[in-house]
């Protein structure tokens, strides 16, 4: 059987394409700020699992709904032919430029696919849209409503009223930032909608469920992989002699320094890659993040740990002598620097740039020096890599295909860090892992075993909905 098909119908610019690009999870939509982006109709099969789940199909946007009715109404014989009077205006008017674009939308709705119209809810309901729901409503084909409020969403209320005159089902969706529980609401109501797609509009929400399950698995393993190769990355050289050493020590710095960019880099490809954007562009807005000094104090207070988490590590590392730490600084604001300034300040310096990693001249047991420089001994440095790649992988996972323009890792206007998504979890036992893997030979099964034990702990970090049951239970 063929699989479920939707044209996405309605009046020009009102976010038609995007609903396709999000709900097809297909970037390559043509989207755009002017009306009449989409000219022709285009199919965008949705595929998971080597299986098409549905077809989406774009179209352009009506340009002369009136005419057409009055058209139809000419050639109306009566309810049950409508479809067929629909079928003869395209047919009719095909080959012409008049109604090349009503001619466009409804040809797939005339092959067999069902309807979803498009409307904006930050513009006004007006009676001017009454003739293209009155065309689909003669078109008989199953059909739902979804309000896109591009801006305020001012008209809601009207615009449900009117649409319920002609829709059996209307939906308020931002389509651009759709969550993916959205996405599927949308999908199980059409099913409702035609007895023959129940089940394969089942099926579809099942496929993209395990398809997201794998995604967040595969992601969970990126991380972990990524906090590896960091945590035990070391940079050497082979020197002729002691008094070489400072000059190369600095480059070895900066090449140690270049070398985890790229380990970090790679794996936000790779997350990005799986959620299906490959080349997205990261170049502005989060790369100023990324260029920041990873372990500067702007990064860590914007990815670091929070502040009860800050006093386990540290103590952990052995950062902080015994007693430092008590009640008074568990309960203080950790931004209110000033007041605990000493304690947290200590505790910053420690994870200074200088001391990210330590440069180390080694003589070698066949004679001659080699400089080291990593790996990285420093305990919070994971914890601040696995907060980064959590956000990163929070915007990613949570952006739709509509969206265009570079993925911003930056807090929004007036939102605070605690909004940013950080480990969940016992920090002592994360703090375990991340010194098993460390002491770690490479490719030996104690570096397996501890790499897969990471992954299972950050697996629920990178599913909200854990996460949220996490915090609930
Ligand atoms: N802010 C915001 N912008 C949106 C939303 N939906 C669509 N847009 C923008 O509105 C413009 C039109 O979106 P399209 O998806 O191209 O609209 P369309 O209905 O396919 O337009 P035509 O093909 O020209 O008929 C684009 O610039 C979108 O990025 C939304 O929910 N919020
Ligand atoms: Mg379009």
Same mark, same amino acid.
């Not at 044209?7 to 390559?28: W, Y």
């Not at 696919?113 to 001017?128: F, M, N, S």
């Not at 199953?142 to 001012?154: F, H, K, M």
């Not at 015994?322 to 420690?350: C, H, P, R, T, W």
């Given at each position: 059987?063929?699989?479920?098909?939707?044209?996405?119908?309605?009046?020009?610019?009102?976010?038609?394409?995007?609903?396709?690009?999000?709900?097809?999870?297909?970037?390559?939509?043509?989207?755009?700020?002017?009306?009449?982006?989409?000219?022709?109709?285009?199919?965008?099969?949705?595929?998971?699992?080597?299986?098409?789940?549905?077809?989406?199909?774009?179209?352009?946007?009506?340009?002369?709904?009136?005419?057409?009715?009055?058209?139809?109404?000419?050639?109306?014989?009566?309810?049950?032919?409508?479809?067929?009077?629909?079928?003869?205006?395209?047919?009719?008017?095909?080959?012409?430029?008049?109604?090349?674009?009503?001619?466009?939308?409804?040809?797939?709705?005339?092959?067999?696919?069902?309807?979803?119209?498009?409307?904006?809810?930050?513009?006004?309901?007006?009676?001017?849209?009454?003739?293209?729901?009155?065309?689909?409503?003669?078109?008989?084909?199953?059909?739902?409503?979804?309000?896109?409020?591009?801006?305020?969403?001012?008209?809601?209320?009207?615009?449900?009223?009117?649409?319920?005159?002609?829709?059996?089902?209307?939906?308020?969706?931002?389509?651009?930032?759709?969550?993916?529980?959205?996405?599927?609401?949308?999908?199980?109501?059409?099913?409702?909608?035609?007895?023959?797609?129940?089940?394969?509009?089942?099926?579809?929400?099942?496929?993209?469920?395990?398809?997201?399950?794998?995604?967040?698995?595969?992601?969970?393993?990126?991380?972990?992989?990524?906090?590896?190769?960091?945590?035990?990355?070391?940079?050497?050289?082979?020197?002729?002699?002691?008094?070489?050493?400072?000059?190369?020590?600095?480059?070895?710095?900066?090449?140690?320094?270049?070398?985890?960019?790229?380990?970090?880099?790679?794996?936000?490809?790779?997350?990005?890659?799986?959620?299906?954007?490959?080349?997205?562009?990261?170049?502005?807005?989060?790369?100023?993040?990324?260029?920041?000094?990873?372990?500067?104090?702007?990064?860590?207070?914007?990815?670091?740990?929070?502040?009860?988490?800050?006093? $386990? &590590?540290?103590?952990?590392?052995? !950062?902080?002598? %015994?007693? *430092?730490?008590?009640?008074?600084?568990? @309960?203080? #604001?950790?931004?209110?620097?000033?007041?605990?300034?000493?304690?947290?300040?200590?505790?910053?310096?420690?994870?200074?740039?200088?001391?990210?990693?330590?440069?180390?001249?080694?003589?070698?047991?066949?004679?001659?020096?080699?400089?080291?420089?990593?790996?990285?001994?420093?305990?919070?440095?994971?914890?601040?890599?696995?907060?980064?790649?959590?956000?990163?992988?929070? $915007? &990613?996972?949570?952006?739709?295909? !509509?969206?265009? %323009?570079? *993925?911003?890792?930056?807090?929004?206007? @007036?939102? #605070?860090?605690?909004?940013?998504?950080?480990?969940?979890?016992?920090?002592?036992?994360?703090?375990?892992?991340?010194?098993?893997?460390?002491?770690?030979?490479?490719?030996?099964?104690?570096?397996?075993?501890?790499?897969?034990?990471?992954?299972?702990?950050?697996?629920?970090?990178?599913?909200?909905?854990?996460?949220?049951?996490?915090?609930?239970?």
């Amino acid at each position: 059987m063929n699989a479920p098909a939707f044209a996405i119908v309605g009046h020009p610019n009102k976010g038609k394409s995007s609903l396709v690009a999000t709900l097809a999870r297909d970037a390559s939509v043509r989207v755009g700020p002017e009306p009449g982006t989409t000219v022709q109709a285009r199919e965008f099969p949705m595929r998971a699992g080597g299986k098409v789940l549905y077809v989406l199909v774009d179209t352009p946007g009506f340009q002369r709904a009136r005419a057409t009715l009055d058209w139809l109404k000419l050639h109306d014989t009566g309810a049950a032919s409508r479809a067929g009077v629909v079928e003869r205006f395209v047919r009719e008017h095909e080959a012409g430029e008049r109604f090349r674009n009503e001619c466009e939308l409804l040809r797939p709705v005339v092959n067999g696919a069902g309807l979803i119209y498009v409307v904006d809810g930050a513009t006004p309901y007006g009676p001017e849209y009454d003739a293209e729901m009155e065309i689909l409503r003669w078109t008989g084909q199953p059909s739902l409503a979804v309000i896109n409020p591009i801006g305020e969403p001012r008209f809601v209320e009207p615009w449900r009223r009117a649409l319920e005159q002609f829709f059996r089902v209307v939906r308020v969706l931002d389509v651009l930032k759709a969550p993916f529980e959205q996405q599927l609401e949308l999908l199980r109501a059409f099913g409702q909608l035609r007895e023959g797609w129940r089940q394969p509009l089942d099926e579809a929400v099942a496929a993209l469920i395990e398809h997201r399950q794998r995604q967040q698995a595969d992601a969970a393993r990126v991380i972990a992989e990524l906090i590896a190769d960091a945590l035990t990355y070391q940079e050497t050289k082979d020197l002729a002699s002691d008094d070489d050493a400072p000059r190369h020590a600095t480059a070895l710095e900066i090449s140690y320094k270049r070398r985890l960019r790229a380990i970090e880099e790679r794996a936000r490809r790779d997350v990005e890659a799986l959620y299906g954007f490959d080349g997205l562009d990261r170049e502005e807005a989060d790369m100023k993040l990324l260029e920041t000094d990873l372990l500067s104090r702007e990064s860590w207070l914007v990815f670091g740990l929070k502040k009860r988490d800050l006093v $386990v &590590v540290s103590a952990t590392g052995g !950062a902080l002598a %015994g007693g *430092v730490v008590d009640s008074a600084l568990l @309960g203080a #604001s950790f931004l209110a620097g000033s007041v605990i300034g000493g304690v947290i300040g200590g505790a910053l310096g420690y994870f200074s740039t200088a001391k990210l990693a330590d440069v180390k001249l080694l003589r070698q047991p066949m004679g001659g020096i080699r400089l080291r420089y990593g790996p990285s001994r420093n305990v919070q440095f994971p914890f601040v890599l696995l907060n980064r790649a959590l956000l990163h992988h929070r $915007v &990613v996972a949570g952006r739709t295909h !509509a969206q265009r %323009g570079a *993925v911003s890792l930056h807090l929004k206007e @007036g939102e #605070s860090s605690a909004n940013v998504p950080s480990f969940t979890g016992s920090t002592r036992a994360l703090a375990r892992l991340f010194e098993q893997l460390r002491r770690s030979e490479p490719g030996s099964g104690a570096r397996a075993a501890a790499l897969q034990e990471l992954t299972a702990a950050i697996l629920p970090m990178v599913d909200p909905q854990e996460e949220a049951r996490g915090v609930s239970a």
